[in-house]
């Protein structure tokens, strides 16, 4: 069963304007990333926030977790035509090697330019 | 540095054939690897993980098993494939120590079984 749950299932914003997204989750988790997917091709890893971690940034990224409320968001700032893709919350279960990946549904990003 | 081979890209069967997918990491060892499977706009299906040679976990009951005859090779079979078995299929493999790390993932499989 998917751990995380992304709203909006779809998003479309003009060049510029500021993109977020939300990851629900229902779990104790070790930590939540984010993922990009472009249409047919794999995964890219964009950020990790690790569960005693409230907010982190990178370029312009800004994801913030709330573990009381078992939910996260992805900003993307100024955004570009080429941040259209697929977004993925995942959370990190398990703290030895043993431990996974669960992912949610994604949301659709259009940037129009 | 770390690379991620997952062949082939594209892949049309017919129902009741064998299937063989491959994938094969290279610049790091030990890797834990991992079968996802994607239907169309949807989000990722954890099929089998494996943290070590011979080691296979699966996720869901399903017509597919996986392998790991070599550290950084991990294998998707079926004996006999399903029209439900048709899909976009992902390796990635990672380095889940303490609060995690990241997973890299190939390219993909897509998969139409006819």
């Known amino acids: 069963s998917q751990q995380g749950e992304e709203d909006p299932q779809a998003l479309s914003i003009q060049e510029g304007e500021n993109a977020t997204m939300n990851c629900s989750y229902k779990t104790s988790i070790n930590n939540l990333q984010w993922y990009r997917q472009n249409s047919g091709r794999g995964l890219v890893h964009l950020i990790l926030i690790r569960s005693n971690e409230r907010e982190k940034h990178s370029g312009r990224l800004r994801v913030t977790l709330d573990t009381s409320k078992k939910s996260s968001s992805l900003l993307i700032t100024a955004s570009r035509a080429a941040d259209t893709a697929s977004y993925f919350c995942?959370?990190?279960?398990?703290?030895?090697?043993?431990?996974?990946?669960?992912f949610g549904e994604g949301t659709q990003l259009t940037v129009n330019p | 540095s770390q690379t991620i081979h997952q062949w082939p890209a594209t892949l049309v069967q017919p129902v009741g054939s064998p299937l063989s997918l491959e994938c094969t990491v290279e610049?790091?060892?030990?890797?834990?690897l991992y079968w996802y499977r994607q239907a169309a706009g949807r989000g990722l299906q954890l099929l089998f993980y494996?943290?070590?040679?011979?080691?296979i976990s699966s996720e869901v009951p399903q017509n597919l098993s996986a392998s790991r005859p070599q550290d950084r090779q991990f294998i998707l079979s079926s004996k006999k494939l399903l029209l439900s078995d048709s899909g976009f299929y992902l390796c990635?493999?990672?380095?889940?120590?303490?609060?995690?790390?990241?997973?890299?993932f190939g390219q993909g499989t897509r998969l139409t079984v006819v």
């Open positions: 995942a959370t990190g279960v398990g703290g030895t090697s043993g431990s996974r990946l669960t």
């Open positions: 610049g790091t060892s030990n890797p834990n």
């Open positions: 990635a493999w990672g380095h889940y120590r303490g609060p995690g790390t990241e997973a890299f």
């Open positions: 494996s943290v070590g040679i011979g080691q």
